[in-house]
């Protein structure tokens, strides 16, 4: 069975960081370029960051540029979202996705897979 399961949301304070990981079974990742993506209560779905395959490429939304890291370790079969200088407005479920291209473009209806997403919270 194909899977994406995100991990590692929680709680945290303004300022702080959280690292989340999307880990693949029952297929490999480095043939998929990744984006994550997140959904605040009341809104729309929308694109955080995408990585290639290769790792060479990425892309970020301007909402988090320069706070949010995205990488890859293809050995591990795993992508990660470093989260630092969280704000209130990052609150939302982050959901990781694949799409069978190997250059970082992730528009969100053309993802080929989803996981079922993780709650981040950012609150005093």
């Known amino acids: 069975q194909l899977q994406l399961v995100e991990s590692g949301g929680g709680l945290v304070q303004p300022g702080g960081s959280l690292r989340l990981s999307c880990a693949a079974s029952g297929f490999t990742l480095d043939r998929y370029a990744i984006g994550w993506f997140r959904q605040a209560p009341g809104k729309e779905r929308e694109g955080v960051s995408c990585?290639?395959?290769?790792?060479?490429?990425?892309n970020y939304a301007d909402s988090v540029k320069g706070r949010f890291t995205i990488s890859r370790d293809n050995a591990k079969n795993t992508v990660y979202l470093q989260m630092n200088s969280l704000k209130p407005e990052d609150t939302a479920v982050y959901y990781c996705?694949?799409?069978?291209?190997?250059?970082?473009?992730?528009?969100?209806?053309?993802?080929?897979?989803w996981g079922k997403g993780t709650l981040v919270t950012v609150s005093s």
């Open positions: 996705a694949a799409r069978i291209v190997n250059f970082a473009s992730c528009p969100r209806v053309g993802m080929n897979y």
């Open positions: 990585i290639s395959t290769s790792g060479g490429s990425t």
